[in-house]
């Protein structure tokens, strides 16, 4: 049997290369206009194609003189490249981008004895759409399946072994769940954005926007270039099959991680250092809110931004925040690898510190859609968000007990809270609330959403009848009341009784 070893190593490398390639992408293309970049670029992907095709190419042709066509084709491949560096036609610069495209890819596909028909004849160009749009997305796993290969152990193999080789690999994955986080906190703070946005000076880079830009774009731009010259690679099933059987060495039948039941499970290590990562932001971002709930943070606000406004602002990502938190616990309680003695131990504080700072979350984010009610008004939307926050909270402080007294099933018990939490809000009578809460508004700043006042339901009628006997002289609260009325009386017959609607019949009518 040949040895895979040496083919291990150059799908190794050819991931690098890409990555590489992703690096030098970001670098030419993010806020440049296409120029000289084009052929530089298109020239160095043929050094990625040419090196991972070695030993492909020539040989039996599947159709008389196609790899002939696929050399030739260098002609106006880079013509087209060069006519970026030296034209100006906006016309031609935006179709030649899809014809180098296009061109690129058939090429590739003739020279390495692709397609199912050949090039003259039309089946080959749905193969061509196919190669370039679809099967690049069938093979995204196996980057990631070579990054695993790249810290896992092996004797002797010269890698990067234990706890290292983990904790590099858990920052690897925490790197996406970070820029996501971060968005979401810079969105939602504006202290936090301004010291966000800071950093990328350190790197000089025009923004944090900017900085997230070029990782995304380096990032699809290495993913899509390997992906696409695997499939290349390994165009069948059981070709791809071999490829992957490559990239993602598998435990064999029988081995200890199969009959521990352990496989599906995520190393420990790995997972301690993504929650480290993940909570070093919020502390970070909880320091902030608890300057912000003790209110010391007016003179720390950027320049432009009234407290008022930074204070209404972001109840929506944190409470996103708070979501994702909730899932990454139970991924840190469910499916990390439990481990005796200290290392456990620390998966618990950190999912604490986790849990406690999605606590603080909450709590700055309940306290920031009160402020926005104070100065938008009051709606069930808003009430059912603040309910909704509550909920989460008390799942918070029973997901803490679960973390250290771990003997039952948290899944029942968030069901259970959902569940009274519903019946809670249907007894809770909210568009009686929604009035009481409006017309205390109204009294302190004179200010009400009457079209939404008069869409309540007759819940809302004796705070109604409260504010019109303080204020006589308001005509929409008489309006509404007497809509309310003939709403009740149309209730007729014993069926339609409703406690709200007899109640409006009685009061309205004294």
């Avoid at 260098?74 to 100006?88: D, E, K, Q, R, W």
């Avoid at 039309?122 to 093979?139: A, E, S, V």
């Avoid at 992906?227 to 690679?233: I, K, Q, T």
């Avoid at 435990?251 to 250092?273: L, N, Q, Y």
């Amino acid at each position: 049997m040949r040895d895979p070893a040496p083919w291990l190593k150059r799908y190794s490398r050819m991931w690098m290369i890409a990555l590489l390639l992703g690096f030098i992408g970001q670098y030419l293309f993010v806020r440049q206009t296409f120029g000289l970049s084009v052929p530089i670029f298109v020239a160095l992907c043929y050094g990625l194609f040419f090196y991972s095709v070695k030993g492909r190419l020539g040989g039996f042709d599947r159709w008389k003189g196609q790899s002939k066509t696929g050399w030739l084709l260098f002609g106006p491949i880079a013509a087209l490249a060069v006519s970026y560096a030296l034209f100006a036609n906006e016309l031609f610069r935006s179709l030649n981008f899809l014809g180098l495209m296009l061109l690129m890819v058939a090429q590739s596909m003739l020279l390495t004895r692709g397609g199912s028909q050949p090039w003259h004849r039309f089946g080959f160009y749905g193969d061509l759409l196919k190669q370039w749009l679809l099967i690049p997305l069938t093979h995204i796993g196996v980057p990631f399946g070579i990054l695993a290969g790249w810290f896992r152990i092996e004797k002797g193999s010269g890698r990067l072994s234990g706890k290292l080789g983990k904790i590099l690999l858990g920052l690897v994955i925490a790197a996406p769940l970070l820029i996501v986080v971060v968005a979401l906190l810079a969105s939602a703070d504006g202290i936090f954005r301004s010291w966000i946005e800071n950093v990328p000076n350190l790197f000089d880079v025009e923004s944090v926007g900017d900085w997230f830009v070029r990782i995304f774009i380096g990032g699809c731009i290495s993913f899509y270039l390997f992906c696409f010259v695997w499939g290349l690679l390994f165009r069948k099933t059981k070709s791809d099959d071999e490829g992957l059987e490559a990239a993602f060495p598998r435990e064999p039948h029988g081995s200890t991680a199969e009959k521990s039941g352990t496989g599906a499970h995520v190393d420990s290590t790995i997972a301690a250092t993504v929650l480290v990562c993940v909570n070093f932001v919020y502390v970070f971002f909880v320091a902030i809110q608890f300057s912000y709930l003790f209110g010391a943070a007016e003179g720390l606000l950027p320049a432009g931004t009234a407290y008022a406004e930074y204070a209404r602002r972001g109840f929506a990502e944190l409470v996103a925040i708070a979501m994702i938190n909730m899932g990454i616990l139970l991924l840190g309680l469910h499916f990390v690898k439990k481990e005796s003695g200290l290392l456990d131990r620390f998966r618990q504080v950190l999912l604490t510190v986790l849990m406690s700072c999605t606590l603080v979350m909450l709590i700055s984010a309940y306290s920031r859609l009160s402020l926005y009610e104070e100065a938008y008004g009051f709606t069930q939307q808003r009430l059912l968000v603040h309910g909704f926050m509550i909920l989460l909270g008390i799942m918070m402080m029973a997901a803490i007990v679960r973390i250290w007294y771990g003997r039952y099933s948290l899944a029942k018990v968030n069901i259970a809270l959902a569940v009274v939490a519903y019946v809670i809000m249907n007894y809770a009578n909210l568009d009686a609330r929604i009035a009481e809460n409006n017309a205390e508004r109204y009294e302190r700043n004179g200010r009400m959403d009457w079209a939404y006042m008069s869409t309540l339901s007759a819940d809302a009628a004796p705070a109604l009848l409260k504010l019109q006997e303080r204020h006589p002289e308001l005509k929409e609260v008489r309006d509404i009341l007497a809509e309310l009325r003939l709403e009740a009386k149309d209730r007729k017959g014993w069926q339609s009784w409703n406690l709200s609607h007899r109640r409006v019949e009685k009061l309205v009518s004294h």
